[in-house]
Structures are given as C-alpha cells and as structure tokens.
C-alpha cells in the first residue's frame, strides 16, 4: 500500500513537472513565436526547449559569436527572431525600434527577462539598474543620476590619465605581440574599479587580480552553465556540478572584496582618488525622495554593476575602433596627427 501510494506520488510529480515545463518553455514560447511571425518578423526556426542554443555555443565556443548574428542579419534583416534556449530574443538593429525601447517614455513596456537576472546574479546581486524593473529601477536611476554629472565624469580624468600611463608603460616594456582586446579589457576595468573603489583598490594586495579573475572566471563559468540550460531547474542549479565551485568561490572573493570596502569606506579608512566624489562616495550619499539611502546590499550590487557593464562594454568598443583605424591608414593618420 505505502510502495502504492509513493509510486502514485511520483506519478503525480512527472505529470505535474511536465505540464509545467510545456506550460513555460514551450507553449508561451510559441505563442509568441506565432504572434511575431503573423506580424511579418522573420524568424529562425522553433526549435522546443534547445531553440538555436547548441548553434550559439559552437560558435561562441569558436570565437564566432558575432559571425553568427551577422550571418542572421543578413539573412533576415535588422530585426529577426531567435531562441536561447526555451527563451525568445528579438534582436533588433533598426535605430527608431532601439529609441524606443531605451527611451524613459516607453520604459514600462519592456521588463527585463528573467534568465538575465539569473546568470548575472552570482556578479551583481538583483539590486541593480541592469537587471531591476519598475519602481525599484526608477528610484535606483534617480538616485545615480548625479554620479553621471558632467563635473563628476570630469573628477574622474586623472584615474583616466594616471591608468593609462601605466598600461603604455607596460607596454612599451614588452617585445612580444600582443592581444588589444586584453589589454583595453584590463585598462578599463582599472580605470572603473579605481573610480569605484578609490585608494583600497590600490593598496589592498592584490585587489586587481581579485577583480580581474573572479569576473573572468565566474563569466566564463556562467556563460557554460547557461549555455547547457542548468540555469533553468533550480534544483539541478544548486548541485555542485557543471562548475558550479567556480562560480560560488569567484562570487565569495568579490562579496568579501566589495564589503570590506564599503565598510572601510563608511568608517573613513579609505578614500577616493578622484579631486571629488567617487563612484563609491556618491552611492553612499545617494537619497531617494523619502530620504532614504541605499543599503550596503544595494550599493555592492550597483558597484559591481558598474565595473562589468562599464568595462566590457567601453573596451570592446575601444578594440572595434582600434580595428577599423588600422584597416583604414588614412584615417588612423589622421587621428595620429590630431
């Protein structure tokens, strides 16, 4: 009767985590699949549940990753459907589509996807202006707005200056070839991290390492994990699989770092290297309209926010300047000679 009963329960179970993976990975997607498509978008193929994903990571695994959406533009235009995974993405590429979805006017119309929250959470928390909606994303946004201020942006230069001495000088030391992409990658994150964190980020022994390789590394482990779509079951997530051990000990060392120095920050133990506030500084001071601040957990997540949305981004397009000047000599000589 027991065996009867437990058997039964499991029975119940499969059913129940079937019609809910249908439900939600594979009924809403082609829902919206279908809705896109009699609307004239052009789609990739729906493929249930894997979608283009096993596509994508061969060429990501590859170093195609841009060849391939290049390769769908082409074939489809500038906007186009795909699927990562049981996920829908419209990529869009039409200049008057991407105002409208970055606009402030139009913000409400468009929430972040849930799987974003969850490969960035091992790095920035959820407490930040990357992956918040709603009222938590308009207080937060207004709130930073002054730490982008033009007089802010310009008490940062000399961390600008002084970074970029030091890599030129480590530069011209070096005979060997090297890798552009690396070198902006790690300018940026000094230059960021250094504004963010002020003169800890300096002295505390090796502080940039500790940043440089836990973001590196928890990335990369991240990018694996939801590329395999172990992201999707949180059971399966937890189990120490799929380095999942990279994950957590990179997320432990860049908590530690990030907490002890807001701590020292608050109790006057470090200081900014700009001439003014820092983007530490300027968190810590941030009030809301209630006169409310950010908590510690807040400003951790919104700190980390800014260090890998700000330096991945601003070094690839460094390199992908750097790229077109060197296939065009005229230009580059230009700028030379400006």
């Excluded at 970055?102 to 990357?130: E, M, V």
């Excluded at 207004?142 to 030091?166: G, R, Y």
Aim: hydrophobic residues 45%.
């Amino acid at each position: 009767m027991v065996l009867q009963l437990l058997l039964y329960t499991f029975f119940i179970l499969i059913i129940f985590f079937l019609i809910t993976v249908y439900w939600k990975f594979i009924r809403l997607t082609k829902c919206i699949y279908d809705i896109l498509r009699s609307q004239g978008v052009r789609t990739e193929p729906f493929i249930p549940i894997i979608g283009q994903l096993p596509e994508l990571r061969r060429h990501r695994e590859e170093g195609r990753l841009l060849e391939y959406h290049q390769k769908l533009t082409e074939k489809h235009g500038l906007v186009y459907l795909f699927f990562l995974g049981p996920y829908t993405r419209l990529a869009i590429q039409e200049p008057d589509l991407i105002a409208d979805v970055l606009g402030r006017t139009s913000a409400q119309n468009y929430i972040k996807p849930a799987d974003l929250s969850f490969r960035l959470k091992p790095l920035t928390g959820i407490h930040n202006l990357l992956v918040s909606n709603g009222i938590e994303h308009e207080r937060a946004r207004k709130m930073l707005n002054p730490a982008f201020h033009f007089n802010n942006l310009q008490s940062m230069v000399s961390i600008m200056t002084h970074q970029t001495a030091k890599a030129i000088d480590i530069l011209l030391e070096s005979s060997s070839t090297i890798n552009l992409a690396t070198v902006f990658n790690n300018l940026t994150l000094s230059i960021i991290a250094s504004s963010a964190f002020g003169r800890s980020f300096e002295t505390i022994s090796n502080a940039q390492n500790i940043i440089a390789h836990a973001f590196t590394e928890v990335l990369a482990a991240v990018a694996y994990r939801a590329s395999r779509m172990i992201i999707l079951i949180p059971i399966i997530s937890q189990l120490p699989f799929w380095r999942k051990n990279i994950v957590d000990e990179g997320t432990r060392k860049l908590n530690n770092f990030v907490d002890q120095i807001i701590t020292d920050r608050r109790q006057g133990r470090s200081q900014s290297l700009c001439a003014g506030a820092d983007i530490l500084d300027l968190l810590i001071s941030a009030v809301d309209t209630q006169g409310q601040s950010f908590t510690n957990e807040e400003i951790k997540d919104q700190t980390l926010t800014f260090i890998l949305a700000g330096h991945e981004t601003t070094s690839n397009l460094i390199a992908w300047v750097m790229y077109e000047l060197m296939k065009n000599p005229s230009v580059y000589q230009a700028c030379q000679n400006e």
